[in-house]
């Protein structure tokens, strides 16, 4: 058994320094190799999908923040400051002009295509108002005080008249509620379409402008300009 043994290993395992070693031609083994790492054994402490994805984000993060500190003056604390700065100005613009839901090139119409008397608005806002709805109830109340306006022959009847320039008409006559006239206006468009939300206290302020309007008397422009020739003329006499 061991002359067997011998000879038959012999041409598989050569005894002699002289015999050149054996190889495996490159293609085979690189496949062999990949088949042996492909293996589950070797992956079983590989990162999940999603942390590859997160280490490749962070990757290209930490990238982009240093080729921006390499070009910003004062390298990584001069970037700090800028955009510090950036996110103060967007938190400014936010605060003052509200959610930008929609853009308009100029202020819509106040009222819709149906018209309705001031006490129908009156009646809306004051319901919408009971349920807490002080969105609708301020610009209810609102087109209440202007279709109580025009009424009363205070502001001609408009199709497409807005807020802004109901009270600014509006002032004309009134003056002593100019302020509160665009003050009323500037947070009907602020609600309406500007993002913005309302309150109670902010209803509140509207109604009671509304409760002064119908009790101030208009101050007429020809009563204005005839006042001081009568009174010439009862001085003149």
Do not use: C
Request: proline content about 7%; overall charge negative; charged content about 25%.
């Amino acid at each position: 058994m061991a002359v067997l043994r011998g000879l038959g290993a012999a041409p598989l395992l050569p005894h002699t320094g002289d015999d050149p070693p054996v190889t495996i031609p490159r293609d085979p083994a690189r496949e062999a190799a990949e088949r042996e790492l492909s293996r589950p054994m070797y992956h079983e402490n590989d990162p999940s999908l999603f942390q590859r994805a997160l280490n490749r984000f962070w990757g290209w993060v930490d990238d982009l923040f240093s080729a921006a500190s390499g070009a910003t003056p004062g390298g990584a604390l001069g970037l700090v400051v800028i955009v510090l700065a950036v996110v103060l100005v967007l938190g400014a613009l936010w605060w003052r002009l509200g959610t930008p839901h929609r853009a308009a090139a100029s202020s819509p119409a106040l009222f819709d295509d149906r018209p309705r008397s001031a006490a129908e608005h009156r009646a809306a806002a004051e319901a919408h108002a009971a349920q807490g709805h002080w969105n609708q109830a301020l610009q209810e109340r609102m087109r209440a005080v202007v279709r109580a306006l025009e009424e009363r022959a205070l502001l001609d009847p408009r199709p497409g008249r807005t807020a802004d320039e109901a009270a600014a008409e509006a002032g004309r006559t009134l003056p002593s509620h100019t302020d509160r006239l665009r003050a009323a206006a500037h947070a009907f468009d602020d609600v309406t379409y500007g993002g913005r939300t309302a309150d109670e206290a902010a209803y509140l302020r509207l109604a009671e402008l509304d409760h002064d309007l119908q009790r101030t008397k208009p101050v007429l422009t020809s009563t204005a300009h005839t006042t001081p020739s009568n009174s010439s003329q009862g001085d003149a006499e």
